[in-house]
């Protein structure tokens, strides 16, 4: 199976900060990498997939880059309701795997 | 707009058979463009895909290791919606259980449909 680790696990930030998210693959899985957004209770919700493709009705703030085995996902200007935890998932092969997330809090 | 609702009991014994159903509007099983998929949920696991059913002329399934002999999923097109069966459950198997929808190719196995979840306690 393919391993996926996030960085960091945690992270606390300000209104209107540009944050970043990083996730790597333990082999490559070219560009076959989606970010999921899961606030509590509630079930994770489509944000980025096949690395950099906005999922439609997304805020442009968040953006997705990478290839091979290294991503980043990047809310440009952090608001208030982004406070959540953010996954990554694989879907290069199956079993689709996932990162085992990273929460983001506001200062 | 395509919704999933889940259903199913949320305490089973252990040794017995966990059973949820997830009902599909909006969109059909039977689509030969998406996959059909149920994901679970735990503090000591984190998100854990199980497996999936799909259409392309005939109909296929696809597991995870973890599960595969004891996963049945199964789609039931005379109600537009598909199932999941998982035998001889342990406390290890609680969680919350999520049925999703996946594309199959521009967004190929990106989960842009959810279910609502369902809390799954293992316990006698």
């Known amino acids: 199976d393919i391993q996926m680790t996030q960085s960091p696990s945690s992270l606390s930030a300000s209104v209107r900060d540009r944050v970043t998210i990083t996730c790597r693959a333990s082999?490559?899985?070219?560009?076959?990498l989606n970010w999921y957004q899961q606030k509590p209770g509630k079930a994770p919700k489509l944000l980025i997939y096949i690395a950099s493709s906005l999922q439609s009705g997304v805020p442009s703030r968040f953006s997705g880059s990478g290839s091979g085995t290294d991503f980043t996902l990047t809310i440009s200007s952090l608001q208030p309701e982004d406070s959540a935890t953010y996954f990554c998932?694989?879907?290069?092969?199956?079993?689709?795997?996932f990162g085992q997330g990273t929460k983001v809090e506001i200062k | 707009q395509v919704e999933l609702q889940q259903s199913g009991p949320g305490l089973v014994k252990p040794s017995q058979t966990l059973s949820l159903t997830c009902a599909i509007s909006g969109d059909s099983v039977s689509s030969n463009s998406v996959t059909w998929n149920w994901i679970r949920q735990s503090p000591s696991r984190g998100l854990e895909w199980l497996g999936r059913t799909y259409h392309r002329s005939k109909w296929y399934n696809d597991s995870s290791v973890s599960v595969k002999t004891r996963i049945t999923i199964n789609p039931d097109t005379s109600k537009n919606q598909f199932s999941l069966q998982l035998n001889s459950v342990t406390p290890e198997d609680t969680a919350v259980y999520y049925c999703a929808r996946a594309g199959y190719y521009s967004n190929r196995g990106a989960f842009d449909v959810w279910g609502q979840g369902t809390v799954v306690t293992v316990s006698s």
């Open positions: 998932q694989q879907s290069y092969s199956i079993p689709w795997t």
């Open positions: 082999q490559s899985i070219s560009n076959f």
